[in-house]
């Protein structure tokens, strides 16, 4: 557990209702969380995170977001980093059964978990769980009292889990249990509100339950919405579509440039905070037909700006416009020495640049690779050959191999 402090309780009702509003689909209950707000009484506000990547993505910051609305409000924020529950795995918003997962992997995945969150809290103001230190300690007892709570039909009722029955696909019964761990948590730490995504809603429910259960009084639910990513389908480190925050600020500014149009508005309320009053202004702009392009830098700009800082974010705005605009080669390329001799395909495969021999052959298969500016790369057998060679793959990336 980190530090624990006590700040001034802000109910300012105007904060208090954007708090409730931006970024929110639904809250349960509004009434009585509101009556809380006002009240003046510091709230314990949950959230759990499972380390089932190593990186934590823009989709997920959007409850990082609302933890820090309400620790600007002078709220305790409670973070829960899943070790446990990232074994077992959550099913809420997969179409098929998630696999478990083994513990060096989790372990391997949270390594900088609180470090990321860290670029949006103020961690030293967090109280921070690992959730093993009590569910591990769990028997067979208590956790079927647990379950005695629930029903077989409550859980086979979601609309996600009818759909994989319908379909005829396997449910485990070990994704029976994730409702009751993630519930239990908030039994563990005494939860005020918990805040996670409209996909949780079984899951926090399930807590209210649970706190019922062991006589607390049941946290008021905060839902936020999800996101698209990259490829329009909801942002997912399993699809690959994501934003990462540890994503350079080249890179992430150059994935924002490549979001769908219809996506900006949305992407300005839940993954920033500029104010409001200033994103119904572009919103209007884009109805009177501006260049969504404008206002996407804009957007990109601020995301890096959140996550690298403004000097970054300029030169990632800068870079962007020179080499996409005016055609020029960017100047803070990776740089990458190999041999002369050595195959391109084998340098850009060993330095991570493309995912493997396979996807390189693709990518020349597509067209998509090329010695800068133009000339494309035709044999995956090509060698290095000169001293410098640029090398440009797709759309976004470039390096330079330099050779002895």
């Not at 077992?88 to 992997?105: A, W």
């Not at 909801?234 to 994501?242: A, E, H, Q, T």
């Not at 992407?267 to 501006?290: A, H, N």
């Not at 020029?328 to 041999?339: G, L, N, R, T």
Request: hydrophobic share 35%.
């Amino acid at each position: 557990m980190f530090g624990v402090n006590k700040p001034k309780i802000i109910t300012d009702e105007d904060k208090i209702d954007e708090l409730l509003t931006r970024g929110v689909e639904d809250v349960i209950s509004v009434e009585n969380l509101k009556k809380k707000l006002t009240s003046g009484k510091r709230l314990r506000i949950k959230l759990g995170i499972d380390p089932t990547s190593p990186n934590i993505h823009l989709g997920r910051t959007i409850p990082l977001l609302k933890l820090k609305d309400f620790q600007n409000l002078g709220h305790q924020i409670v973070l829960i980093i899943g070790d446990f529950t990232g074994l077992i795995g959550d099913t809420s918003d997969k179409e098929s059964e998630r696999p478990m997962l083994s513990e060096e992997v989790i372990k391997k995945n949270l390594k900088n978990y609180v470090e990321q969150a860290a670029k949006i809290l103020d961690i030293k103001k967090c109280e921070v769980h690992y959730n093993s230190k009590w569910l591990g300690k769990l028997g067979y007892y208590e956790i079927g009292r647990q379950a005695d709570i629930f029903s077989l039909s409550d859980f086979i009722s979601r609309e996600n889990i009818k759909k994989r029955l319908d379909e005829g696909k396997r449910i485990s019964f070990r994704e029976l249990m994730y409702p009751l761990m993630q519930g239990y948590d908030s039994v563990a730490i005494k939860a005020d509100v918990e805040i996670g995504g409209t996909d949780q809603r079984f899951n926090l429910l399930a807590g209210r339950d649970l706190q019922r259960y062991y006589k607390q009084e049941p946290q008021d639910i905060l839902m936020n919405p999800l996101i698209e990513g990259l490829d329009g389908r909801k942002m997912s480190s399993s699809w690959g579509n994501v934003i990462n925050l540890f994503d350079s600020a080249q890179e992430m500014y150059g994935k924002v440039m490549s979001l769908r149009d219809n996506l900006l508005i949305k992407y300005f309320v839940l993954t920033t905070r500029v104010q409001m009053s200033e994103i119904k202004k572009y919103e209007e702009k884009l109805k009177e037909g501006q260049n969504p392009k404008e206002i996407k830098m804009k957007l990109a700009k601020e995301i890096v700006r959140m996550y690298h800082g403004e000097k970054e974010a300029e030169k990632a705005e800068e870079n962007f416009e020179n080499t996409f605009s005016k055609g020029e080669f960017p100047k803070d390329a990776q740089i990458i020495f190999v041999s002369s001799q050595e195959k391109i395909m084998d340098c850009l495969v060993q330095n991570k640049i493309v995912e493997s021999k396979s996807e390189f052959r693709r990518l020349i298969e597509a067209g998509a690779i090329s010695n800068y500016p133009d000339k494309k790369i035709n044999d995956s057998n090509d060698v290095v050959g000169e001293k410098e060679r640029k090398i440009k793959i797709g759309k976004k990336t470039f390096v330079i191999l330099k050779s002895d």
